[in-house]
């Protein structure tokens, strides 16, 4: 196929990782994302970005990242922290450790704005990639194939053979597409939200006084505290901090009732009684009560595709609920299957056809299986019949 020009809008993970497959094959990229540089940005628990401090990669994602660069996958593999299975924690405090597979097969835990970070440095580095901050999709003309952007010194209009929508679940793209094709449209906010709770480092003081820090529960497990309406999950982070993010998912209503500290005292020691030693009752309150508190959303579509001007990939065709841990995994194998079609004929048009068509059942299964995993996560896990159902594709 010719070489060709494509506007990438929104450069989260799964915008990154296309940037690099397009320009892999000698497309002419410009990336375009609406926010500043988010490797400038600070991270941290509090940070009010709307999106989880740190992600399960599984093999579906790696084999998408694989597709790019076997050097880039390997040194994201050396900054992962490996988890085996899950630890299912009671409201006792004890601990039952379920495998995910007798081989050892694993999810891993990462960071999620360091692996952004290493994406866009990734495409930084290649002739044939622009990155463009502060740039805000607000239209696409596709039979004129112009997309205006709004920036901070006003609106451009740029010329690209083709605009690829990663741009999230509220994707602008989508909505443009929907201008110029019919697309079956399906949106479903769950009635629950999530809030993160940081779990710091224990400090251990050995004989002579020094003091060193280590994780306050087994790294190599996703941690879950199921309370069949709600539930507590955490994963730990990479790196010399030694902690672990977790996050609390529970209905509007519950958390419409924890209105006082004592009320997040009561929460935690009745359903997380293990937890509030870890972190203390005041940081407790002052988490909860300060961290945002995020939506969950599922969205369908189809088309993903209008002719050979527009491609719909990530979270802008499929947002799903987080319970798989597979969005972002997904919407790596997004485009690693992307290219395939890409590959496989001269025509786009027929490319991103064959990608719609082929692709449909799959996102559509996934994201009914992440949305089924919330009752197995939150409740099923603590069934014994649960210990004969094992498998590494899900939390
Ligand atoms: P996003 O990460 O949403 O990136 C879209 C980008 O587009 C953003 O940077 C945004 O600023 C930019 N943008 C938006 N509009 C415009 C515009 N008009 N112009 C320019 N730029 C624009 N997935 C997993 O695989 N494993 C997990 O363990 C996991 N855990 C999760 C936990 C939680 C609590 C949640 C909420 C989600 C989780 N996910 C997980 C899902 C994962 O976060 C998403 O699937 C993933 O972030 C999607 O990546 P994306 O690049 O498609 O979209």
Redesign the pocket.
């Known amino acids: 196929m010719p070489a060709h020009t494509v506007s990438i809008?929104?450069?989260?993970?799964?915008?990154?990782?296309a940037a690099l497959y397009f320009a892999n094959e000698g497309w002419k990229v410009t990336l375009?994302?609406?926010?500043s540089d988010?490797r400038l940005q600070q991270k941290g628990p509090t940070a009010s970005t709307?999106?989880?401090i740190?992600?399960?990669?599984?093999h579906r994602?790696i084999e998408g990242l694989r597709g790019a660069s076997a050097e880039l996958a390997a040194e994201i593999l050396k900054n992962v922290v490996p988890v085996y299975g899950r630890m299912i924690h009671d409201r006792h405090g004890r601990q039952t450790s379920q495998a995910y597979d007798v081989h050892g097969m694993h999810?891993n835990?990462v960071d999620?704005g360091w692996l952004?970070g290493v994406l866009l440095d990734a495409a930084e580095r290649l002739e044939n990639v622009e990155l463009r901050f502060g740039?805000?999709?607000?239209h696409c003309d596709f039979d004129r194939r112009i997309s205006k952007?709004s920036t901070e010194d006003g609106e451009i209009e740029v010329q690209s053979d083709l605009v690829v929508g990663?741009?999230?679940?509220?994707?602008?793209?989508r909505r443009q597409m929907m201008r110029a094709e019919p697309v079956d449209f399906e949106q479903k906010y769950i009635d629950t939200l999530?809030c993160?709770i940081s779990i710091p480092p224990k400090r251990i003081t050995s004989a002579d006084g020094t003091t060193t820090e280590t994780y306050a529960l087994d790294p190599n497990h996703l941690h879950i505290w199921p309370c069949k309406t709600f539930m507590l999950m955490c994963?730990a982070n990479i790196g010399s901090d030694k902690s672990f993010t977790g996050?609390l998912?529970m209905p509007r209503v519950s958390f419409d009732d924890v209105v006082y500290p004592n009320d997040v005292v009561d929460l935690f020691n009745t359903f997380f009684p293990d937890v509030v030693p870890l972190v203390g009752e005041k940081e407790l309150c002052r988490q909860f009560f300060e961290n945002p508190k995020?939506t969950?959303v599922s969205i369908k579509c189809s088309p993903y595709h209008y002719l050979d001007r527009c491609i719909l990939?990530?979270?802008?065709?499929h947002?799903?609920?987080?319970f798989?841990?597979?969005?972002?995994?997904?919407?790596?194998e997004d485009v690693q299957v992307l290219f395939k079609h890409i590959k496989e004929t001269n025509s786009l048009t027929t490319a991103l056809a064959d990608y719609t068509t082929t692709r449909r059942a799959d996102l559509l299964a996934i994201s009914d299986l992440a949305m089924e995993n919330y009752v197995e996560m939150r409740s099923s896990v603590s069934s014994k019949m649960y210990l004969a159902r094992k498998s590494t594709e899900e939390?």
């Not at 375009?32 to 926010?35: D, V």
């Not at 990663?166 to 602008?172: E, F, I, K, P, Q």
């Open positions: 809008v929104g450069a989260g993970p799964v915008g990154t990782l375009y994302e609406l926010r988010p709307g999106k989880s740190n992600l399960a990669l599984s994602g999810i835990a999620r952004n740039h805000r999709l607000v952007f990663a741009d999230g679940a509220h994707s602008t793209v999530w993160e994963l996050t998912f995020g969950l990939i990530g979270d802008a065709a947002a799903m609920v987080p798989y841990g597979q969005g972002m995994n997904c919407g790596f939390f």
